[in-house]
């Protein structure tokens, strides 16, 4: 079964940059779009980035274009998400999630509710 594992979370100042990583173990992970969501507090959670299992397609949200930039290392079963530029406001848990993907299927869309999740890592932007 594939379980996620989220790190590179931590404190960082404005205009600062981190490197957030998704880890599974097994070749089954290789089958999954992946997309890093994050929620801050008092609000909903939001969509960030997903990448398809491919990794041949990627989906932003526009606050996140030109800032963020999702990869999938197929060897190391791990996507990341780097993020430039951060600013207060990109506060937040940052989840990655997964969904199956058909063979077929190279979509980056992620669906509302993928059926596996990680636990979340903390990114805190100080001013």
């Known amino acids: 079964q594939v379980q996620l594992v989220e790190s590179g979370g931590g404190l960082v100042q404005a205009g600062g940059s981190l490197r957030l990583s998704c880890t599974s173990s097994?070749?089954?992970?290789?089958?999954?779009?992946v997309g890093w969501f994050r929620q801050a507090p008092g609000k909903d959670r939001e969509f960030v980035a997903s990448?398809?299992?491919?990794?041949?397609?990627?989906i932003y949200a526009d606050s996140m274009k030109g800032r963020f930039s999702i990869a999938r290392d197929k060897a190391d079963n791990t996507v990341y998400l780097q993020m430039n530029n951060l600013k207060p406001e990109d506060t937040a848990v940052y989840y990655c999630?997964?969904?199956?993907?058909?063979?077929?299927?190279?979509?980056?869309?992620?669906?509302?509710?993928?059926?596996?999740w990680g636990q979340g890592t903390q990114v805190t932007v100080s001013s």
């Open positions: 990448i398809s299992w491919s990794g041949g397609s990627t």
């Open positions: 999630a997964a969904t199956l993907r058909d063979p077929f299927d190279t979509r980056a869309t992620m669906p509302t509710h993928p059926e596996i």
């Open positions: 097994g070749r089954a992970f290789r089958s999954y779009a």
